[in-house]
């Protein structure tokens, strides 16, 4: 056992709707590995099934989705019970806990007294009998709750592999002359440094493709970082690592590995460890541990290796090659508005250091992944796994209030932008300055890429180009329309420039400490054609 000092996520809502409004959030924390504890409130122990305020079964409805579902039924209960889930919602895999606090748990003694004192003359047996149970009741609700508790963290338990395990992996890569690494979200929990992972897949000297929260754990220049052509280097490699990625459909179910290839798979939690192996893959080593220590353990007993240069020199030229491809589908000028190629490429070359990227949406977004560089570890926030759009404006100003020095992008699709347009109003509100940049191509085109030539119509996926920057002036902040001059001597260098200053002006308001909201009309692509994942 280990005693991490990390963060953990809290949320406080009232009973009932409160607490089902969570449900989408609570199960994207899940899929996220997010340590998350969250506060329900609900009605008093002894109103409960008898038709109280906003009385539901809650603690049933978040069995499936949390670590644990628990309820406090007295006040002396309450310490324990959150230093429970605390450490619960940390250790091993983390996850969100849901702990329900009765109404009658949380109120002063004398009020709870008057509210169900009874009658103070009760009249019969029965009413000296209900006077009986209603005193019993309050004395046991309150009985110790002024004896102190310890409130210090629990120590968290984290699973970590054997040295064999280590030793056993280390063997099969000093074998592999063409090995590759995945690193997804997990990766990135404590109690490992970023900085000392990031050591020691450079130790290592294995060519790594980063998913989720890994995206910038190697700086955009680094010459292992890997972000096109995956399909093709998981097809020819000879050994994977997956190191904290699970085979899911971001993988195609594991279905994307090359004949004979080796796969080890290190996961904290077993489920997602052996996810499809029984039907699409087998793992030559599969280890149930952290994969951040894994690494850095690997990388220890494995100093002198050396991958084979000849393989990382053709993934870099196929790397570049297809950086190039993107370069060139950038620089043609759709007819009308602006190419998204383009516009995500100004993006990236005005992001400072300390820029922190939110991504909300289908199409945009996903081009963006391959365009726009986190430039450190933990960067990059987007809907993960569950695919959960709406997060942007929450997930922004999350970020924003836990790093007030970073600068704060939401890359938003039209689509996605629906969900948390409001969050403007919070941002004034309460002066948090994001830069949200809108990618309006005036539909869902992610679904409509798809469903026009299956079904051979987009009802439904059409929007407008609407004036989203009106919104957010209108509520405090600024905005500004970025779009193709349509001078058709503009050149490509001007139109570049343009776009570019525009970008530029938004940091420009944002760092005066005003929220600022980009309207990026954008003209059609096949840059993701077919990329829709189920």
Known sequence: MVRLWCRIGVAAVTAGPGVTNTVTAVKNAQMAESPLLLL????????????????????????????AALSVRAV???????????????????????????????????????????PKTPRG??????????GNY????????????????????????????????????????RPLVLVGSQALLPPTPAEE???????????????????????????LLLRQNRRDALRDADLVLLAGTVCDFRLSYGRLFGRGTAVVAVNRNRTQLLRNSDVFWKPRLALQGDPASFMVALARSLQDFSCPREWLERLREAERNKEQRNRDKAAVSPPCHLNPLALLQAVDQVLPPHSLLVADGGDFVGTAAYIVRPRRPLAWLDPGPFGTLGVGGGFALGAKLCRPEAEVWVLYGDGSLGFSLMEFDTFVRHKVPVIALVGND?????????????????????????????????????????????DTEDTEDSAGDRVVAVLRAAQAECHRGHPVLINALLGQSDFREGSVSV
């Open 197 to 223: 992972l990031r050591s020691a897949l450079e130790s290592l000297g294995v060519p790594c493709y980063l998913g989720g929260a890994a995206r910038g754990l190697l700086s955009p220049e680094c010459p």
């Open 76 to 118: 002396r209960d309450i310490v324990p019970t959150l230093r429970r889930a605390i450490a619960t919602a940390m250790e091993g895999t983390p996850g969100p806990v849901f702990v329900e606090l009765p109404i009658d748990v949380l109120y002063p003694f004398h009020v709870v007294q008057k509210e169900i004192g009874g």
């Open 138 to 177: 309050l004395q046991d609700l309150f009985a110790g709750a002024w004896e102190p508790r310890d409130p210090t963290p629990l120590p968290l338990r984290v699973p970590t592999a054997a040295p064999e395990q280590v030793q056993r992996c280390a063997e099969l890569l000093s074998r592999a002359r």
């Open 40 to 67: 329900g409130g609900a009605a008093a122990t002894l109103q409960k099934g008898r038709g109280a305020l906003q009385d539901i079964p809650q603690v049933p409805l978040f069995r499936t989705l949390c670590k």
């Open 442 to 486: 005036a539909g869902w085109t992610q679904i409509s890429r798809e469903q026009l030539p299956l079904l051979g119509s987009a009802v439904g996926c059409g929007l407008a180009y609407s004036d989203y920057h009106a919104v957010a002036v209108a509520l405090g902040g600024r905005g500004f329309v970025l779009d193709s001059a349509g």
């Open 125 to 134: 047996l029965r009413g000296k009998l209900v006077q009986w149970y209603l």
